[in-house]
């Protein structure tokens, strides 16, 4: 395993700007550990395996996933995290928040960028940039994600061939890895007989459209429920100076006003 950094704003910043990624082992304690892993298999009796080979079809994704548990709420507004997406995109959202549980025999998910779902010209700056949280070990063999170092500044059109070193994000479960959406990674092949449990909260620029549509898919009420900051990141935002207004107004104003 690479040498960790502290969970300090500046060494991770650093990383994603060196090498396109950080991470940052241990930074939840065994039972915050357990308590997430348990909320989250009980997700998963009820969450269908993929339907192609990017979701993968021995592999489990939890979509939704603010609309069905209040595990992340203190994850996706971690004070840290949300330095690092201030320095790395500034004003963000929520894009892809999403359980991933690869299963015994997933073979490796094609290597890709994050944000090349944008078709922005490109060269361009930081638009996406992603969390992967360990909810068990992620070790070469049970499909820690791999990584191509340094990839995130490639000349534009450059694409990762076999000669490319490959890493593993190997580290212990309560551990965070950072990644640009700019750097060239995807899921590991499973090895082994236990699958293997991650959770990435991915964040985007607040003037792009998020991968999954939380102000549909999570209901009002429960928004309405929420701390400011993760209600923002839900989509109920204003880009400066007025993207986002419903009716003239902030859309927060929209939410049930009883519900908290
Ligand atoms: O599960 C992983 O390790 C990474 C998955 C990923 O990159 C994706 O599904 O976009």
């Not at 701390?227 to 049930?256: A, C, K, S, W």
Request: hydrophobic share 40%; with cysteine; glycine share 10%.
């Amino acid at each position: 395993m690479r040498p960790g950094v502290p969970l300090e704003v500046e060494p991770i910043v650093r990383g994603l700007d060196e090498n396109g990624y950080a991470v940052v082992p241990g930074v939840l304690d065994r039972s915050t550990v357990a308590a997430i892993r348990s909320e989250l298999h009980r997700l998963l009796e009820t969450t269908p395996t993929g339907r192609n080979d990017f979701e993968g079809f021995a592999t489990k994704r939890i979509y939704r996933l603010f609309a069905k548990t209040r595990a992340f709420d203190p994850l996706a507004t971690h004070p840290v995290l949300l330095g690092v997406l201030r320095r790395t995109l500034g004003h963000c959202q929520l894009s892809a928040p999403t359980g991933i549980q690869i299963g015994p025999g997933e073979p490796a998910q094609i290597l890709h960028r994050d944000d090349s779902i944008y078709p922005l010209p490109e060269p361009h700056g930081e638009v996406v940039l992603n969390t992967m949280w360990a909810f068990d070990d992620f070790t070469v063999e049970n499909g820690a994600t791999r990584l191509v170092v340094g990839s995130h500044r490639w000349e534009v059109g450059r694409q990762p061939t076999d000669a490319d070193p490959i890493t593993h994000l190997e580290m212990p479960a309560g551990s965070v890895a950072f990644y640009t959406g700019s750097v060239w990674h995807g899921g590991g092949a499973n090895r082994t007989a236990e699958p293997r449990l991650g959770v990435i909260l991915e964040y985007a620029a607040a003037w792009l459209r998020p991968q999954e549509n939380h102000v549909i898919g999570v209901p009002p009420e429960v928004v309405a429920t929420l701390p400011d900051t993760l209600q923002e990141l839900l989509g109920y935002n204003i880009f400066p100076p007025f993207m986002g207004y419903v009716d003239g107004r902030h859309p927060r104003r929209f939410l049930p006003a009883d519900a908290r």
